[in-house]
Structure formats: C-alpha cells, structure tokens
C-alpha cells in the first residue's frame, strides 16, 4: 500500500498533480478541503460539528478532522493506497495520521514536497482567480498571507517526516508532465 503526502503551498499543482497520480497508481485522493464540503454539505454529526467551530471563525479541532479522515480511510478497504492533500498541516496532525495509518497495519510511504518560488506561486493562484470564482485568489495580500502561513505551520512537517527519510523534494516548475514524472521516479523508488 501506498500512502503519500502531497505537500507544498497554495498553488503549487497539487491538485493537479494528483489527478495524475490517482489514475497512475490507483490511489484514493482524500482532500481535507473535499472532506469538509462532503461533510458538511451532508449534514453528517461530524460535518455539523466542523460548521459550528467554523461559524464562530475557530479552527476546526484536529479531532474532528481526523474523524473525517478516518471515515474517507474505512469507506475504501479495496485502496492501493491514499494520497493525503491539504493534510496533515501541523505536528499534532501528522502524529494523528501516523496513529490512524498504525491502526490499519500501514504507514505513510512518503511526502513528496514540491519547491515553487513565492513569485511564481502568486502569479499561479491570481491567474487561476480568473475562474476559479474564489475571491482569496484574486488578492495579492491574501495569497501571500496563505503562503506565510503555510511556511509557518507546515512546513515542520516536512522536518517532522524527514527524520524516517520519508520526506522528499522536487521542483515545482516546469510542465504538468515533467513535473508529473519526477513524482513518478520518487514513488516508484519508495
């Protein structure tokens, strides 16, 4: 089984990215992002909980997103593998992740970060402004404040994965599929 961390800042292509690894590897992509919508849009106990943190502009706890994240994991026994997008973002997170996948007699395989200059990050996420409908990707102090963040917060777990010689990094930059094939050659050699 394989379980991968797809890391890096906002519009860095991961999405894109895992697209591709998804129909490549036969993975399961569990977007926390996706998670939250599903949840919530269902109105399930766990989606209605996220949504009255969120009301109130509080983070949601780990807790709940874990829960959620388990209840993607045991939706697909039949899975190759997961790809883990937008999760985990803090230490707290990988270490419940880490817990979850020990529960199920598996582990991460490895978090692949890909390195995009900040620059080229703003230029990606405000051209994908244009239709993505999202008014945070049409503002320039907004985009920067997400990239601050996420060198903030996540960027330790990288450190964290690093320390099992799980983490790995490749440039960012390029086409979709040269991109796409230096992802290839760090998953095949896991």
Known sequence: ???????????????TQAAKLIERYGLVHISTGDLFRYEMGNNTPLGLEAKSYMEKGQLVPDSVTIGMLRNKVEAHPEANGFIFDGFPRTLPQAEALDALLAEKNTSVSGLIALQVEDEEIVKRILLRGQNSGRPDDNDESIIRKRIAVYKQETSPVFDYYAQNGHSHSIPGVGTIDQIFDRLCQIIDAI
């Open 1 to 15: 089984m394989v379980n991968l961390i797809l890391f890096g800042p906002p519009g860095s292509g991961k999405g």
